[in-house]
């Protein structure tokens, strides 16, 4: 049983920084990626930033400059820092992880979420 376990979030004025963990548990092969998503009221869940094993990473246009993701390999652990908030971050983020190898991956986890609120 895989457990993804997200912390971190809360509420922030606009401009200021939040700084999201997410810590994985259980009997997990390898990881091919983690990653953060987010899902605000009335939207589909969306990309916010993946990192490979291998620290590749990949960001949503809308953060790029603003959130920095890394990874843990040993620790299975994501960090997502996040700056210059916006109140249009305001969300439930989620964590994902890839069980996989390096160009392939055979399930997907998901975190409980945690909720980001940014006040204008």
């Known amino acids: 049983q895989v457990r993804l376990v997200e912390s971190g979030g809360g509420l922030v004025q606009a401009g200021g920084s939040l700084k999201l963990s997410c810590a994985a548990s259980?009997?997990?092969?390898?990881?091919?990626?983690m990653g953060w998503y987010r899902q605000a009221p009335g939207n589909q869940r969306e990309l916010v930033a993946t990192?490979?094993?291998?620290?590749?990473?990949n960001y949503a246009d809308s953060v790029k400059g603003r959130f920095t993701i890394s990874i843990d390999n040993a620790k299975k652990m994501v960090d997502l820092q996040m700056n210059s908030l916006e109140p249009e971050d305001t969300a439930v983020y989620y964590c994902?992880?890839?069980?996989?190898?390096?160009?392939?991956?055979?399930?997907?986890?998901w975190g409980q979420g945690t909720q980001v609120t940014v006040s204008s």
């Open positions: 990192i490979s094993s291998g620290g590749s990473t």
């Open positions: 259980g009997s997990i092969f390898s990881i091919n990626s």
């Open positions: 994902n992880l890839k069980e996989g190898g390096r160009m392939w991956y055979r399930s997907e986890y």
